[in-house]
């Protein structure tokens, strides 16, 4: 049984910091791009980055230069290290693992930026 489980999430400062991990079980996570979405309230979920299962990254626009997506193969974790955060980045933040066949999604953290 797959299972993604997030943690990290919280309430923080303008310009502050936090470090989203998100522990996978019942997949081969070597195999799969790991990813993390978020979704604002009212709005469409969107890709904030994603990691490849060779190590290829891409980060969403409103994002670069801020957040680093990382992977560790051996504890089966994906990290997500949010800096310089703004109250535009208040959202729920949800961790996806993807390959041909698969596409599971976590319950989601809670992120909140006051200004």
């Known amino acids: 049984q797959v299972s993604l489980v997030e943690s990290g999430g919280g309430l923080v400062q303008a310009g502050g910091s936090l470090r989203l991990s998100c522990v996978a079980s019942g997949i081969w996570f070597s195999s799969h791009s790991m990813q993390w979405h978020r979704q604002a309230s009212g709005k469409q979920r969107e890709l904030v980055a994603a990691v490849s299962s060779g190590g290829a990254i891409i980060y969403g626009d409103p994002v670069k230069g801020r957040f680093t997506i990382s992977r560790d193969n051996v504890q089966n974790t994906v990290y997500l290290q949010m800096n310089s955060l703004k109250p535009e980045d208040t959202a729920v933040y949800y961790c996806?693992?993807?390959?041909?066949?698969?596409?599971?999604w976590g319950q989601g953290t809670q992120v909140t930026v006051s200004s």
């Open positions: 996806r693992a993807l390959r041909p066949g698969l596409d599971s």
